[in-house]
């Protein structure tokens, strides 16, 4: 029978009854996760933007979801375009994501991409490629919830994801 590790011997930070913002930010970056690109070309540029918050939905049909913020600027002009590009961005694009991630200049400065047929843009070098149009949004407080039918897959083994902890870009060591 395996032995559980120690718990961690410093103290909890506990919160009281009043959930901060600052609080529940904190919380919610305890828990690693991948980063997304969610991009489409507007007026043959693209344009699109990095999200923490993606996850499976189904496999029949094909679903995911991406949890968007109300104050988003970028997703009202993604939102009605037929089709989506989502790059599983890898451990190698940091900056980029910080880019995408901004909410001045030009986002795709100095990233490779492409776009396919019926405008979704992709990023090269990415662990995984996704094409997806919008199924439903629901209501998620200070974020919409936005449901994906995914159309297309694209894999690339061996090519390791960006993982988001703690407010920092870390990335997966395989262990022994």
Same mark, same amino acid.
């Given at each position: ?13 506990? *919160? #009281? =009854?009043?959930? *901060? ?22 007026? #043959? ?6 999200? &923490?918050?993606?996850? &499976?939905? /189904?496999? +029949? ?7 968007? @913020?109300?104050? &988003?600027?970028?997703? =009202? ?6 089709? $989506? #590009?989502? /790059?599983?961005? *890898? ?13 001045? %200049? ?8 492409? @776009?396919?047929?019926? #405008?979704?843009? $992709?990023?090269? %070098?990415?662990? $995984?490629? $996704? ?25 690339? =083994? %061996?090519? +390791? ?11 997966? &060591?395989?262990?022994?």
């Amino acid at each position: 029978m395996a032995i559980p590790a120690p718990h961690p011997t410093t103290a909890p930070e506990r *919160s #009281g =009854p009043d959930l *901060s913002a600052d609080v529940l930010r904190r919380a919610f970056g305890a828990y690693p996760t991948g980063v997304v690109a969610i991009g489409a070309l507007r007026d #043959g540029a693209p344009d699109g933007f990095a999200a &923490s918050s993606f996850v &499976s939905i /189904s496999l +029949e049909p094909p679903m995911i979801a991406v949890s968007v @913020a109300r104050t &988003s600027t970028t997703w =009202p002009r993604l939102a009605d375009l037929p089709v $989506l #590009g989502l /790059s599983v961005l *890898s451990h190698g694009q940091g900056a980029q994501c910080r880019r995408l991630a901004s909410r001045a %200049g030009d986002r795709f400065e100095g990233t490779d991409w492409q @776009a396919t047929a019926d #405008g979704a843009v $992709l990023i090269e %070098g990415a662990a $995984l490629w $996704l094409t997806a149009t919008v199924g439903a949004v629901y209501d998620g407080g200070d974020h919409e919830i936005v449901l994906m039918k995914l159309l297309t897959a694209e894999l690339f =083994p %061996g090519v +390791e994801p960006l993982v988001f902890h703690t407010s920092q870009f870390r990335e997966l &060591s395989p262990h022994a």
